[in-house]
């Protein structure tokens, strides 16, 4: 059985009726509080005052401390500069038109990496972020993107998980946190704290420690493999205008998608079920999983051939076909995440809301 994960934070917002439910459900998230981030998203967001300004880049020289001086490779470089390009054309990621970028490898053993989207060149104040992993035959497969504060792998959110252990700065300044990535619904920091013993896994996501070990973590990391129907580096997708079906929501406002049926879903029909639901949940799950979670899901963007002369924003009886990928927005009031379909439909369920 799953393990639920809890925040103090959302626990107090939430009823009595509400918690034991959330017990008994096992898809607990600390992510999705009304009102922006919760748990150590918002201690992160909270976390103002000399103390915290004590803290500032102390987990940022520890993360990443064994691997941030990998090259990237150059077809990587190209491809992550392209998709920024693509994005920038419309909105939302308009502010990204003449970013500078940094690639960090997420890792080791998955072959993945973060690219990070900044102003005023790679050394300037973050605008966003791309996930990007190769494929076994060397081409690379954008998996994800998205702005916002705390969005995915943001430093900030490792420094309020580590506050909240306890740890101070001067601790902290000995923590090795490599971050993981094995799709978008195992993504994490595998933190060795300067006690040594079992390293802890925080979320990259929400910034809440989870209940993995190397052994659970491994195993389930094991089976990662790029979404097949995404944008990639060997063919011609550009984005089209991002569509919303509905405005961002809390899948807590109503927990009875918690007893859903999931919903038969393939490329080929998602767009027309996300518009006719208008909103949907989805809900990480698998065997192997120790915790699971849920994502408002309330738009899409679909990446079309160049080629193609079709309209790109209209939905079609093909969307999720080798010439077009649709991705999958999602996230917060303050975080925007758009996800590949394929990634998302290998490691969960949707069901409507």
Aim: net charge neutral; proline share 6%.
């Amino acid at each position: 059985m799953l393990k639920p994960r809890y925040s103090r934070t959302n626990l107090k917002k939430r009823s009595i009726t509400c918690k034991i439910l959330l017990c008994a459900s096992i898809l607990y998230s600390a992510a999705s509080t009304a009102g922006g981030l919760g748990g150590l998203g918002t201690a992160a967001a909270e976390g103002t005052g000399s103390a915290a300004d004590a803290w500032t880049g102390t987990v940022a020289l520890a993360t990443l401390r064994a691997t941030a001086d990998t090259p990237a490779p150059e077809a990587l470089r190209r491809f992550a500069a392209e998709a920024i390009d693509k994005l920038a054309q419309s909105e939302p990621f308009t502010a990204w038109a003449g970013a500078g970028a940094a690639i960090e490898p997420l890792g080791p053993g998955t072959h993945s990496w973060l690219v990070t989207v900044a102003a005023g060149g790679a050394a300037g104040t973050p605008r966003g972020y791309l996930i990007i992993s190769a494929t076994e035959s060397g081409d690379y497969k954008l998996v994800e993107y998205g702005m916002g504060a705390y969005s995915v792998f943001d430093p900030a959110l490792l420094e309020a998980a580590l506050r909240q252990s306890g740890l101070g700065a001067a601790a902290a300044g000995r923590v090795t946190a490599v971050p993981l990535y094995a799709g978008p619904a195992l993504a994490a920091w595998r933190v060795h704290l300067p006690e040594g013993g079992e390293p802890g896994y925080v979320n990259a996501a929400d910034g809440e420690w989870l209940p993995e070990t190397t052994g659970s973590w491994d195993k389930q990391a094991g089976g990662y493999a790029p979404p097949r129907l995404a944008a990639g580096s060997r063919d011609a997708l550009s984005p089209a205008a991002m569509v919303y079906t509905s405005s961002r929501f809390d899948p807590y406002d109503n927990l009875l998608w918690m007893t859903a049926k999931p919903l038969t879903l393939k490329p080929n029909n998602f767009i027309g079920q996300l518009t006719t639901s208008q909103k949907l949940v989805y809900a990480a799950s698998g065997a192997e999983r120790t915790y699971s979670f849920p994502l408002p899901v309330y738009g899409y963007q679909i990446w079309k051939n160049d080629s193609l002369s079709e309209t790109l924003t209209a939905p079609s009886a093909e969307a999720g076909t080798e010439t077009e990928a649709v991705y999958v927005v999602t996230g917060t009031d303050t975080t925007l995440r758009v996800i590949a379909l394929d990634a998302l439909m290998a490691s969960g369920k949707f069901v409507t809301f």
